[in-house]
């Protein structure tokens, strides 16, 4: 025992005093930073894209201006709520937020749909002054060390058309005309800068005989007789979604007048909605309705699996180039001379451990900073929502199952990493490792949809899957057979792969040459003296 204690200690020694350990723990908190704040960042970095539309016919371009000045507004107001929220004077004692009482409900989602139900109410904040009338009705509500409010720029913007182009010409002409600015090998003058054309609207004037009426048969389109949205970029179809509703919400105004009925009634209409609210019949009589903290504990374990993969991925792979790189330099042959292969074996995957989950809890660490570090409700928010996960039990059941699924995974590793050579060998062999070790990843999602389903249920009773499987299984309070008995299936599944992997290592470390096959280990596995 004080052999493995002293191999255990020198293993997180050496681990622990790598550039790569400290380039890890001290690079994880701001790569946390950097992806808390990276989509907002990104959004700010993204360039305004400049379109054109040729509509000769005057269809619809008006429709699309007016969508376009809608979505920018809309970007106006979320970026002015959040400015309030950052910098509006708060209470000194504010009331802290509790998410076991407030209500599951996307705000992101229904703000949105307020907005398409009712785009009068988007016009109308602007009509009446837009963010300067809002400025002027908060003003004396906000911190003295408040900074102005900056508009987010504009997402796109129309152009006029490049000159020498006729936008009476027919579509195919005003295209091919297009195609030295849509591919960006000439500029267009937006501002004062020249700037690449992101996208063109073609609009032929005898589409109007070709648009779908009710009850009419779906023609594949042709692209004689449809809007013609070009563009190089097939990844941002942000404004190729705005032009087509732009499009279709002003057809529909058109058949509305068409027969005769009048659009603010069918908005009004449009706008109407009866209440949902979600209940939980598992929950105490008075509060079944599903709260945030509900919502948090159910996708909670999915985070945690995504989490506990890469821990033990991570760990048991720096388990695997520690034995072969100390095998490859005969530094074993010294060790062995001095303990067992048990010894060294067990002290390994403890030291090793014990360097991970250092590096592990430096992860956990800097998310909890990062979190707490941010200002603003959304400081609040984080608050709340670890108080719900660390409060929900899924931390313990976090560390058993990370436990034992590196002792599985890393006796494994280690047994591997004690046959090869080197490293281009080892992954060579651990092809059929990684494919077992994908599928967990691959049913991370799906399996809290249904996690006391038959596909959940049979792999929580593969030991290799049952640390993943239970820990995304936790928060839907899985059948007590399911919990004992493949814990109990994977403790014991445990020993056995530790007692094959000290058979394997105790003859594998010490040989050289080309690795075994698969006949050899077996043999390797009944020798007598095999864990001496």
Avoid at 124 to 137: C, E, N, R
Avoid at 490 to 509: E, K
Wanted: charged content about 20%.
């Amino acid at each position: 025992m004080r052999n493995t204690w002293l191999v255990a200690r020198r293993e997180f020694t050496e681990n622990v005093q790598t550039k790569g350990f400290w380039l890890g723990v001290i690079t994880t908190p701001l790569l946390l930073l950097l992806a808390v704040n990276a989509q907002r960042w990104l959004d700010s970095r993204t360039p305004t894209r400049a379109f054109v539309v040729v509509d000769p016919g005057g269809l619809y371009v008006e429709a699309i201006d007016a969508a376009i000045e809608r979505l920018h507004q809309r970007e106006v107001l979320r970026e002015f709520g959040q400015y309030v929220s950052k910098h509006a004077l708060r209470d000194e004692a504010p009331t802290a937020l509790d998410l076991e009482d407030t209500p599951a409900v996307d705000v992101d989602k229904l703000i949105e749909q307020v907005s398409d139900a009712n785009p009068a109410a988007v016009d109308a904040f602007v009509t009446k002054g837009g963010v300067t009338m809002a400025l002027a009705m908060i003003q004396g509500r906000l911190a003295a060390d408040a900074p102005p409010f900056e508009e987010p720029r504009r997402s796109f913007v129309r152009v006029p058309l490049p000159d020498g182009i006729d936008p009476e010409a027919s579509p195919a002409d005003v295209a091919e005309a297009l195609r030295p600015w849509l591919r960006g090998d000439r500029t267009i003058p937006l501002d004062d800068r020249n700037v690449d054309l992101f996208a063109a609207v073609v609009i032929p004037p005898e589409v109007i005989d070709h648009v779908i009426r009710p009850g009419g048969m779906p023609q594949p389109p042709s692209t004689a007789e449809s809007v013609q949205f070009w563009a190089a970029n097939l990844a941002d179809t942000d404004l190729a979604s705005e032009v087509e509703r732009a499009i279709n919400e002003a057809q529909r105004r058109e058949a509305f007048a068409e027969l005769d009925v009048d659009e603010a009634t069918v908005r009004a209409a449009q706008g109407t909605s009866v209440p949902m609210v979600k209940l939980n019949p598992t929950k105490a009589a008075g509060r079944e309705q599903v709260s945030m903290a509900d919502q948090i504990r159910q996708w909670a374990p999915a985070g945690f699996v995504y989490l506990l993969w890469i821990s033990i991925f991570a760990i048991a792979s720096m388990l695997l180039n520690n034995t072969i790189e100390e095998k490859s330099n005969r530094l074993v042959e010294v060790l062995l001379s001095s303990i067992t292969p048990w010894e060294l074996m067990t002290g390994k995957l403890a030291g090793i451990a014990a360097a991970g989950l250092t590096m592990v809890s430096t992860w956990l660490a800097a998310l909890v900073g990062v979190l707490w570090w941010q200002a603003g409700p959304q400081a609040e928010f984080a608050r709340s929502l670890l108080e719900v996960v660390t409060g929900s039990g899924l931390l313990p059941a976090f560390l058993a199952y990370f436990v034992l699924g590196y002792l599985l995974y890393g006796s494994i590793f280690l047994a591997l990493g004690s046959i090869c050579n080197t490293l281009k060998e080892a992954q060579n062999m651990m092809q059929p490792v990684m494919i077992v070790m994908i599928v967990p990843l691959l049913t991370m999602v799906f399996i809290p949809k249904d996690p006391n389903g038959t596909l959940a249920r049979v792999m929580s009773w593969i030991p290799l899957y049952t640390p993943f499987v239970m820990m995304n299984r936790a928060a839907a309070s899985p059948p007590a057979v399911d919990f004992y008995g493949t814990s109990v299936l994977l403790a014991c599944s445990v020993l056995f792969t530790l007692w094959l992997a000290g058979r394997i290592f105790s003859v594998g470390i010490l040989r050289t040459g080309q690795p075994p096959r698969l006949v050899e280990l077996l043999h390797w596995l009944t020798r007598r003296d095999a864990a001496s």
